[in-house]
């Protein structure tokens, strides 16, 4: 897997935009970048993946430098139930094992 | 909408004894995925499953043994349960022809070996 770096921690206003950076600098041209959340001891939730162009779903908007080196997930209206730890993850063509690194740890507070 | 399904939830076992876990994965889905996490870690990758077939292997303990049945639904084996196994343990389950990565992930068993 390409390897991806996350700030530690964020914090972010409810009902406010969470901006929620990754560097994946080695990541090759045919890698996706997959973004999931681990609300505390659920099971991972799959929010959103994109190869070049920006994405938007119904949780989250991402969106990917030309140069695909960096990616920033977006959650325009934050909630309480928001806070989690976000991963950005880019598994390797050939394989779809997800390797998780150690995430974003976003706390949404009133 | 159906989800993963995994049992048990809750699973308290001896040092040295022997543990099933089972994931019953969305309807439809061909693949399977096991994780493992322990107390304040990350996920870590242990085995998968695509069409009843070993498709991956991560760090999964020589004492670990898993398949998928021809139903789909799959089992997680560990034997000489050691202290460092008490972890939550999730399944996830995918449709590879879907074409993309986005695995379902079930809702864990909490294993504790005392």
């Known amino acids: 897997d390409a390897k991806t770096t996350q700030p530690t921690s964020m914090d972010c206003a409810e009902g406010r935009a969470a901006n929620l950076p990754c560097n994946h600098s080695?990541?090759?041209?045919?890698?996706?970048v997959y973004w999931y959340r681990q609300i505390h001891s659920q099971g991972p939730q799959y929010i959103i993946h994109g190869l070049k162009n920006n994405e938007t779903n119904e949780m989250a908007s991402l969106i990917i430098t030309e140069d695909r080196k960096s990616s920033t997930l977006i959650l325009p209206h934050a909630t309480l139930r928001d806070t989690a730890v976000y991963y950005c993850i880019a598994p390797h063509l050939n394989t779809d094992k997800l390797i998780f690194g150690t995430g974003t740890r976003l706390q949404v507070f009133p | 909408a159906a989800g993963v399904i995994q049992s048990p939830r809750h699973l308290i076992k001896e040092k040295r004894e022997t543990a099933t876990l089972k994931c019953y994965p969305i309807p439809r889905h061909d693949t399977v995925y096991w994780y493992q996490q322990g107390p304040g870690q990350d996920p870590q990758f242990l085995i998968s499953f695509y069409e009843k077939m070993q498709s991956d292997k991560g760090s999964i303990p020589d004492r670990f043994s898993a398949q998928q049945f021809s139903d789909y639904h799959s089992e997680l084996n560990m034997s000489s349960l050691e202290l460092g196994d008490s972890a939550l343990y999730f399944c996830?389950?995918?449709?590879?022809?879907?074409?993309?990565?986005?695995?379902?992930f079930g809702p864990g068993t909490r294993l504790t070996v005392l």
């Open positions: 996830a389950s995918s449709y590879r022809l879907a074409g993309n990565n986005e695995q379902f």
């Open positions: 080695t990541i090759s041209g045919n890698e996706y």
